[in-house]
Nanobody, 121 residues
Framework: MELVESGGGLVHDGGSLRLSCTTS????????IGWFRQAPGKERIFVAS???????NYSDSVKGRFTISTDNAKKTVYLQMRSLRPEDTAVYFC????????????????WGQGTQVTVSS
């Protein structure tokens, strides 16, 4: 299985970005996908997830600003990020697991390489 993130970049405070997690090598609807982020010197933390049957979950810090969605035909999971803040600056990772779709990093089996998001003030 391969997960490839894209869409990161530099944006001003209040701006928007859409991240993509393109998957290959497995049946797309057999896995849940999570988005996580890791700021310099900090632990990797949960951002959002979508279960195999389309249920979604968000961390409190992004709820109402970020939206996770899927395109089954493209085997891609998106993270639409709006009203970005400097504290959203981090490397964003997507991860996959056949069962789990919660916030615990260690529960996910497969990870992408990450994409950098930088929000300037």
């Amino acid at each position: 299985m391969e997960l490839v993130e894209s869409g990161g970049g530099l944006v001003h405070d209040g701006g928007s970005l859409r991240l993509s997690c393109t998957t290959s090598g497995y049946r797309f609807d057999a896995y849940s996908i999570g988005w996580f982020r890791q700021a310099p010197g900090k632990e990797r933390i949960f951002v959002a997830s979508v279960s195999r049957n389309g249920l979604t979950n968000y961390s409190d810090s992004v709820k109402g600003r970020f939206t996770i969605s899927t395109d089954n035909a493209k085997k891609t999971v998106y993270l639409q990020m709006r009203s970005l803040r400097p504290e959203d600056t981090a490397v964003y990772f997507c991860a996959a697991d056949p069962v789990y779709w919660g916030p615990v990093v260690s529960r996910y089996d497969y990870w992408g390489q990450g994409t950098q998001v930088t929000v300037s003030s």
